[in-house]
């Protein structure tokens, strides 16, 4: 059984930084892709970033780009996603995500195979 879950949400304030992680077990973690996702209310859920099984290649959302990095730990079988200069509309669920291919980058969500069951990150203004 293939378990992803997050840890590292919580409060912060506009500008401020938070790094999100994501421990998985049950599947050989090193051979797929992993990534990002978040859900706003009342949105659905979107694309943040996204890794590569060796962690060279790297994807992100247009809105994250030079503020959010993802990197993955393949000895630990993490991902985390640090998050710099958060904004109000940075605040959601983030939700990890294990893909379903082993070398094709994920940008949305019918690629995922697994979920997290996701972390709340609010952003004061």
């Known amino acids: 059984q293939v378990q992803l879950v997050e840890s590292g949400g919580g409060l912060v304030q506009t500008g401020g930084s938070l790094r999100l992680s994501c421990a998985a077990s049950g599947r050989t973690f090193r051979t797929y892709t992993m990534g990002w996702f978040r859900q706003a209310p009342g949105k659905e859920r979107e694309f943040v970033a996204a890794?590569?099984?060796?962690?060279?290649?790297?994807s992100y959302a247009d809105s994250v780009k030079g503020r959010f990095t993802i990197s993955r730990d393949n000895a630990k079988n993490t991902v985390a996603l640090e998050m710099n200069s958060l904004k109000p509309e940075d605040m959601a669920v983030y939700y990890c995500?294990?893909?379903?291919?082993?070398?094709?980058?994920?940008?949305?969500?019918?690629?995922?195979?697994?979920w997290g069951q996701g972390t709340q990150v609010t952003v004061s203004s």
């Open positions: 995500a294990s893909g379903k291919s082993t070398y094709r980058l994920m940008g949305r969500p019918d690629e995922v195979d697994y």
């Open positions: 890794i590569s099984w060796s962690g060279g290649g790297t």
